[in-house]
């Protein structure tokens, strides 16, 4: 899998954006991605993912540049309970390829 | 829809000892992980099964761990002798489909177990 790069640690005001940034400068063109979070004491949660166009769900938006090389995870008006840690992961589209491969991530801290 | 369930979700033993982790996956997801999280890292993949086969173990310590699915469902993680660098979360997780536009196959994760060796 391609190599993720993630600042170590964020902090954003509650009720604003936040906006967590993942390089990915190696990424082939059959792999997603994806965005877990892990909130202290927990298992990582599946948040968003992404192939080439932009993403939007209930949790989040993913933004992913058009030469896929860097994405963006924003979370629109963030709260307290959204201080966690969060893993930008690319995985690769093929059937049977699924691993997940965690690097250390980006420590989110929601600031009342 | 139920989540994975995992149990304990603590344990603290002393070394050479030996402890059994016990994992429930989300049903009718046939493919199981069991992952290693120490503190300050992100998870490390042990060991995948599909159904009741192993799949992937290739970063599973095999002198002291075990793992089992016999039944394709249910799955236990033990360690035996158990060692003080053996301190950390141990996690397990299944996978199904995700919702929306873009469905695809991912993990879930269940809380895991805390495991402290002295």
């Known amino acids: 899998d391609a190599k993720t790069t993630q600042p170590p640690s964020m902090d954003c005001a509650e009720g604003r954006a936040a906006n967590l940034p993942c390089n990915h400068s190696?990424?082939?063109?059959?792999?997603?991605v994806y965005w877990y979070r892990q909130i202290h004491s927990q298992g990582p949660q599946y948040i968003i993912h992404?192939?080439?166009n932009n993403e939007t769900n209930e949790m989040a938006s993913l933004i992913i540049t058009e030469d896929r090389k860097s994405s963006t995870l924003i979370l629109p008006h963030a709260t307290l309970r959204d201080t966690a840690v969060y893993y930008c992961?690319?995985?690769?589209?093929?059937?049977?390829?699924?691993?997940?491969?965690f690097g250390t991530g980006t420590r989110l801290t929601i600031i009342p | 829809e139920a989540g994975v369930a995992q149990s304990p979700r603590y344990k603290i033993i002393e070394k050479r000892q030996s402890v059994a982790f016990w994992c429930n996956p989300i049903?009718?997801?046939?493919?199981l992980y069991w992952y290693q999280q120490i503190l300050g890292q992100g998870p490390k993949l042990l060991i995948q099964?599909?159904?009741?086969?192993?799949?992937?173990d290739s970063q599973l310590p095999k002198d002291r761990f075990s793992a089992e699915r016999l039944k394709g469902v249910d799955s236990t993680l033990k360690i035996q002798p158990a060692k003080l660098e053996d301190s950390a979360v141990y996690l397990c997780?299944?996978?199904?489909?995700?919702?929306?536009?873009?469905?695809?196959?991912?993990?879930?994760f269940g809380p895991g177990t805390r495991l402290t060796v002295l």
């Open positions: 099964f599909q159904n009741n086969g192993v799949v992937d």
């Open positions: 190696t990424i082939s063109g059959n792999e997603y």
């Open positions: 049903s009718g997801h046939a493919t």
């Open positions: 992404g192939l080439k």
């Open positions: 997780a299944s996978r199904g489909r995700t919702s929306g536009s873009l469905s695809t196959d991912t993990q879930y």
């Open positions: 992961i690319v995985r690769s589209a093929n059937f049977g390829n699924e691993k997940l491969t």
